[in-house]
């Protein structure tokens, strides 16, 4: 996974740190889960106050668009993401623990 980062600003405003990039992969359309991990790592973000809020996929591209908010605190991300998108989020999270308990 290659990616490219096209906007990184801090939002004082929102008390966050707004990331736009763009991701290419050459194999199957990679996770949100896998995204969010390659960039925090790559921008040193802890992926725990981190929402990717938009993900956009043209049609025939192995090619995506992607915005990242990231938060300092827990307490700024729950004030300003919506809570359907944290909800979701970490539903996911307690899934995929689940599913690697599992495993083991």
Do not use: W
Not at 81 to 96: D, G, S, Y
């Amino acid at each position: 996974m290659e990616i490219d980062i096209k906007v990184d600003r801090n939002d004082a405003d929102f008390e966050r740190r707004e990331v736009k990039f763009s991701i290419s992969y050459s194999s199957a359309t990679p996770s949100k889960s896998e995204v969010l991990a390659e960039i925090c790592k790559k921008l040193n973000i802890s992926p725990e106050f981190a929402v990717i809020t938009f993900e956009n996929q043209a049609f025939g591209l192995a090619k995506s668009d992607v915005v990242l908010h990231a938060y300092q605190s827990k307490e700024s991300m729950e004030k300003y993401e919506p809570k359907v998108v944290l909800e979701r989020e970490k539903r996911k999270a307690e899934k995929a623990k689940k599913a690697q308990e599992g495993s083991n």
